[in-house]
């Protein structure tokens, strides 16, 4: 019994000079929103205009909703005219969209008419409004240190006059 109870004390002596392991508690900064921003075609400018190809000059427009600058980092799109297909294209390093505003940047492409509708090919001619449909993912990049790029999927319509470019 005598080894019994000594035991016991070794054991309750050992457990009581234990110490306790620290836990580093992290304190939560402030949560930062992040808004996605918004794509739209400017405008849609006539470069060279040949008989089956033309070059065409796109503005796409940015908006940041934020409170901090963003950076469009990569961006991946299609662009449809009245419902069919008109380009495809990818970039990076982009544009540099300042917080609570608005950025444009230029992206080339063109058009085998041969391979267009008549009525895409009326109103590129005409130089009226054409519908659009752009689409596709960006990378973008907050400029807050503590915030990791992000990817944006859009999907945007609306209409943009077909200009031609003063040069």
Known sequence: MRKFLSFLLLITILCACKSRPQIAVEEPGPVIEVLEPSFEIASIYIIQADLVNTQFETV????NPNDFAL??????????????FWAEG???????????????????????????????????????RVSYRFKGEAEVQPDVTSLRPFIVN???????????RAE
């Not at 950076?71 to 069919?84: D, R, T, V």
């Open 60 to 63: 796409l427009k940015v908006t």
């Open 71 to 84: 950076l469009l980092s990569s961006l991946k799109y299609q662009l449809y005219g009245n419902g069919l």
């Open 90 to 128: 990818r970039g990076n390093d982009i544009l540099h969209i300042p917080a609570k505003s608005s950025s444009e940047t230029k992206f080339r492409f063109s058009m085998n008419f041969i391979n267009m509708n008549r009525r895409l090919l009326d109103d590129v001619i005409a130089m009226r």
């Open 154 to 164: 859009f999907d945007t319509t609306g209409l943009s006059d077909v200009k031609q």
